[in-house]
């Protein structure tokens, strides 16, 4: 069996939470809540009180409480989900809510659940809705599994999500956040699977087949028409390697589009990184099978604005290629021509992913990107500096770094800025190309986005690097280990920004 994920079928309705006719019942409990107000009062049994009293239900965020439903109801079990200090909820822990609950239903082998959210929960019903079909999808995905014994996950097939009101508003958000969930699925599944499995070619294959009745034009370049645009980094990555390269390219072209943007997204695709001569030590090398998790995620994102009609021109642009050592190999102290024609010093093998970005990043630019965003599994050094919760953003100007940091905060993927002073420029200096492709250790996250930088020309870029946040290495209520999806649903709110940042005075 392998990854299996299914978008369990979501109904709204304004039913009283006791006539959910549903297996399992979840409701987000607050430390204060007294469980007096109707809807707990009708669904809290006698042994609900007394854990109460004990002790045993504290409404401490991610805690579940099961019990069962009074007699009269339908429903067979209540879950309740602790939601923690009222005061600090946001629609990010709701969702973290919906994804720990899903995951206690299918571990009880419920398949129908309800999520009752109450009025006084203080998110509005359409973002709580939305958030919660996210929420519940992504609970709803079990990681790539080659067991030839195992056995069949249980996976929820229906969820019905009980709200004071309803309306257009509701039905929009519930209709975004099954997008957003199902494409956060996406990028997990493409991610979690072993490099034999997904080669480059596959790769390509599998974002074909994304692509499919989205609306999406799409173009796979092969090694030749690779070879034709002159994209001597890429080549050069790809040439220790058997398998070809393959480069992806995603159009979004609705007819109402805003005039003058395009949203130019590059996601790195290295199907695994070995580190190449500069081979990587033998420990967690088994990790870099998700080193193509940035263009997974640009994948996914292309195929979620798609579906969900944005009106902005997108671009999703994925350079896909393993990083082996084999006898061709780009050697330490080789130099590579770019398509963009600048020279670069190869000094470590082991950064090939701004490379195979310089290339992604110039051909963007060439198909009429204006506004540019760059995600990949750069460097260690990013995760050093802000470790597995948090992506570095870096990029000019600051108001597009913004829009980005905003977007992500939106999506419930944490971000924070860092700085791309020129000062570090310095240590990518080369004393025979236009510069080496590392800067060492200190500031390794800047000098690798300084190094994309110089393929952005002067459009607005912002590089995400999600070297600590795409796999998840503990288990947490609302993560499992695995990849993460980590960065789709940002790229998916920045293209539905489009009307702020179109309008920004953005020339870097
Ligand atoms: N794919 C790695 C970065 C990475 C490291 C991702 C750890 C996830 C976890 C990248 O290609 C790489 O090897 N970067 C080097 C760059 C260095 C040689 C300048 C690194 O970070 O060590
Ligand atoms: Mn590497
Ligand atoms: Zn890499």
């Not at 975004?176 to 790769?203: D, Q, Y």
């Not at 944005?310 to 006898?327: K, Q, S």
């Not at 701004?354 to 009429?368: H, I, K, S």
Request: charged share 25%; net charge negative; hydrophobic share 40%.
């Amino acid at each position: 069996m392998k990854t299996v994920h299914r978008t369990p079928s979501f109904t709204l309705t304004r039913d009283t939470a006791a006539e959910l006719e549903r297996d399992f019942i979840l409701i987000p409990l607050f430390e204060s809540d007294d469980l007096t107000d109707a809807t707990m009062a009708r669904l809290a049994g006698p042994d609900v009180d007394q854990a109460r009293t004990r002790g045993e239900l504290t409404g401490k965020l991610y805690e579940v409480f099961l019990s069962v439903v009074p007699t009269g109801d339908r429903a067979r079990r209540v879950a309740f989900v602790g939601a923690g200090p009222r005061k600090d909820f946001t629609a990010e822990r709701l969702r973290r809510l919906a994804i720990t609950g899903g995951l206690a239903a299918r571990r009880g082998r419920f398949t129908k659940v309800g999520f009752v959210y109450r009025a006084s929960d203080r998110l509005d019903a359409p973002t709580a809705v939305q958030v919660i079909a996210e929420g519940l999808t992504i609970a709803n995905f079990e990681g790539a599994s080659y067991r030839s014994d195992g056995e069949p996950c249980v996976l929820l097939e229906s969820a019905e999500i009980r709200l004071a009101t309803s309306g257009a508003a509701e039905d929009a958000a519930l209709a975004k956040g099954i997008v957003l969930g199902e494409s956060t699925n996406i990028t997990r599944e493409l991610a979690n699977e072993p490099g034999n499995h997904l080669t480059p070619r596959r790769f390509a294959e599998r974002a074909v087949e994304i692509a499919t009745g989205t609306g999406l034009k799409v173009d796979v370049l092969d090694e030749e028409r690779i070879a034709s645009l002159n994209m001597g980094l890429l080549l050069g990555v790809a040439r220790g390697s058997q398998e070809p390269p393959r480069l992806v390219v995603l159009s979004h072209e609705p007819a109402n589009a805003i005039s003058g943007v395009t949203l130019g997204l590059v996601g790195k695709g290295i199907t695994f990184d070995t580190g190449g001569i500069s081979i990587k030590p033998a420990e967690n090398m088994d990790k870099m099978k998700d080193d193509m998790s940035g263009g997974a995620a640009v994948i996914a994102a292309l195929a979620a604005i798609a579906r969900l009609k944005v009106p902005v021109r997108c671009l999703g642009i994925v350079p896909m290629t393993e990083n082996m050592p084999g006898g061709k190999a780009v050697k330490p102290g080789d130099v590579l021509t770019s398509a963009a024609g600048k020279t670069v010093e190869i000094l470590n093998t082991d950064a090939e992913g701004r490379l195979v970005l310089g290339d992604g990043v110039w051909y963007a630019r060439q198909l009429g990107a204006t506004h540019l965003i760059d995600v990949a599994t750069l460097t260690g050094a990013c995760v050093v500096a802000l470790g597995k919760t948090t992506s570095g953003l870096f990029g000019t100007p600051e108001e597009w770094v913004a829009q980005v940091q905003q977007a992500s905060d939106r999506a419930g993927d944490r971000s924070w800025p860092m700085p791309v002073f020129d000062d570090y420029k310095e240590q990518l200096k080369s004393e025979i190309a236009d510069f080496t492709n590392t800067g060492g250790r200190a500031g390794g996250a800047i000098t690798g986005a300084l190094f994309i930088r110089e393929f952005a020309g002067d459009l607005p870029w912002v590089h995400i690097d999600i070297a600590g946040t795409a796999w998840a290495e503990e288990t947490k209520p609302y993560q499992p280990k695995g990849a993460t999806g980590v960065a789709v649903r940002t790229l998916v709110e920045v293209a539905l920004a489009a009307d702020s940042w179109s309008k920004l005075n953005v020339s870097a």
